[in-house]
């Protein structure tokens, strides 16, 4: 009974029809989230006395990192499922993460150079955390084109399934970076375990915009996978009848 | 689970597994030099390299940045709390350099342990504070935590 929904995945048509009337209501919590925590942390959130106006860009910078590592995650464990279950929907999820990851993953690392430059001194600098991060962008980049270099889909899915779980090992490295060596980047601003070193004025518009981030990766991922559904299924009955409507 | 599936999982964590062993392995034996810079106790200890291309990072010494009145020259001393070491530079400084500050310098190392920098890079910590609050913060004398709360590693 419990796993009833896990095999109901099994079916791509299931998936589609089920998603449809999500669409909607994900895109709308996705963009007042992000509208009002853009304006709320870029124009209504109190300067850093240090850093003055520079540290406003925090508010992209820190939740495309954040998402940029979990849809590594995303995309590896649905490898994984494809791997070993053999699922179709699990395979059509990887491959639609790849690229929206390696869009996160570069704007990060561009938000990045460009907060660097006033306030290190510096647009790039080999440290641990910027150089891992530079590897997870060519992670995406080798599945996508993985997903791309095969005839048959299930080689392709195959292959990338694997680069996708090997890569898996870089993400506690770029999340435990700036502990274990010394790095440019200063430690994790937002912490778990204790307060977090950012004043609660500045925090809120951050995790507001963290969690419009996560709306909206929610949302775009769903989007391409439901077109990846169409593309893959086009010669089924259902995507016919669909198409005719 | 049927047992075909299970080999495919026992597969699948084997490549996890295995890959971060691998990796770990790698990052263990790279383990100097990942570091970005030399703090200035090992620079003291003699363990840093002279007249190679380095980087040390530190904390400026509060009262001991000397800029000259008729060129770019300055000197300061940064530190760890441990050791500290003489830093001489020539040029413009980022906007967050300042005394209590750290910093990152890449440069030389001459034989009399000055620090010859080609480049300074200010390190910010992680704290984001409203003016406001950091004026008030001073005003109750708790002081800037800057330097103390830097992560220095082991």
Redesign the interface.
Known sequence: MGWQWFHRLGSPRWFYEKTNAWIPWLAVISISLLVTGAVWGLAFA??????GNS?RI?YIHVPSAFLALAGYYTMAISG?IG???KMKLADMVMKSAAPIGAVLTFVALVTGAVWGK?????WW????RITSMLVLFFLYLGVIALQEAYQHQDTANKASA?LA??G???IP?IYKS???????H????IKFTSES???P??LYPLLMMVTGFYVFYALVLLMSTRSEILVREKKTRWVKDLATQ | MHPVRKQRLIMVLFIVIFASVAVGLMAYALRENINLFYPPSKIAAGEAPVDTRIRAGGCVLPGKVQRASDSLDVNFLITDGAATVAVHYTGILPDLFAEGEAVVVNGKLNGDGVFMATEVLAKHDETYTPPEVAEAMQNAGEHQKTCEGMSYGS
């Open positions: 109190p300067e850093d006395f240090k850093q540290y925090i994984a791997l070993i279950w006033p306030t290190w001194g510096t600098v080999w440290d641990a694997i779980l090997v898996t090992v870089n490295i700036v502990d274990w060596w010394y790095t440019l200063q430690p994790a601003t070193t950012i004043d004025s500045m």
